[in-house]
């Protein structure tokens, strides 16, 4: 197994050979802005005040609920200071993107916002219901294996030196949009006359989760939303919006037992079929109108001056926007969701 890179750096550190630790740790978080343990080492190990107020910085957008970043920072920002320099980050540094979370090689920590919200419903031709799950509030935050540099230890003495900058690389944001995806299923309807094809399209049909009675045919669509959110001093940010839509078709498929089935009853059977699928389509352009106005309603989203407080905000324009969407499923169905074989 390879020697981890940051453990590495940080043994350096921790040995006193702060100009070689402080070289390896600019590499470090070069190929890896998001190696929080990476940044706080290399504000303990730099000699230039900017580059440790600018790690700092860095720890505190990529989790602004991390100790060891607030009680750091005053120190290197009164360093700041008494250098006749900004306390404050480059204007260009302010935000971070955390991508989705996950765990490096070197233990490096993320923390990852990731808002999923998934909405639920199943509208069926016959016997309409709806559910709701609500999956709202996903925080992930993988904690870092290579300990921090105690405040203790970051108080000490840094003179100003004018070893290189560290840019951060940011991505181009996403405007929000739909992703949609989609799929079909069928189930038998085995019978060679009308009143056994009957029997199983009233019979036999999918059911909706909770209910009692049998679909002939049903829509189920799902609403989930992701994005990535960066916390500056003074905002929240959020970008690359995502609303996904994930729609699921079941319908009967008639099965004859003989071939040719009957002339005429292939006739009512396709007619039959065309308005079921007619109807069930209606469904899924509500289930995409809903959610071309969730992506519409997020690009005018204001997050905030606090991360943690926009989830608050976020259910009640995706409440709002469910509901309504939910509203005219239902309308839909009241004024058209019941039928019959063959067709009148």
Known sequence: ??????????????????????VRLRSIVEAN???????????YSTSDVREALRAAHAVLHLDPSDEWAWQSLPFYQEQARAAGLSPAPPAEHIIIHPKPARKSANGSCLLQFMIVIAL??????IGVTANRIDLSGLR?????????PTPTEAARAITLTSTPTVQFSLEA???????????????AVRAGDEAGIQKILYNGGPQIDGARDHSIALTEYKLWVTWEMGQSLSACEIRDIVVH???KFTYPKWEPPVTPPNAKLQSEWDRFFSHVVQHEEHHAQIARECAGTLAESLQKFDAGAICTNAQGTLDQVVDGIYAACEQQQKDFDAAEGRTSFPLP
């Open 33 to 43: 802005p998001r190696n929080v343990a990476a940044w706080k080492w290399l504000a």
């Open 1 to 22: 197994m390879r020697p981890d890179p940051t453990e590495q750096a940080v043994q350096l550190a921790r040995e006193g050979r702060l100009f070689d630790a402080a």
């Open 140 to 148: 992930q935050v993988i904690v870092s294996t290579i300990a921090a």
């Open 173 to 187: 944001n996403t405007p929000p949009h739909v992703e949609e995806t989609s799929k079909v299923e069928y189930y």
């Open 120 to 125: 639920v419903s199943a509208f069926a031709l």
């Open 245 to 247: 839509l994930d729609i």
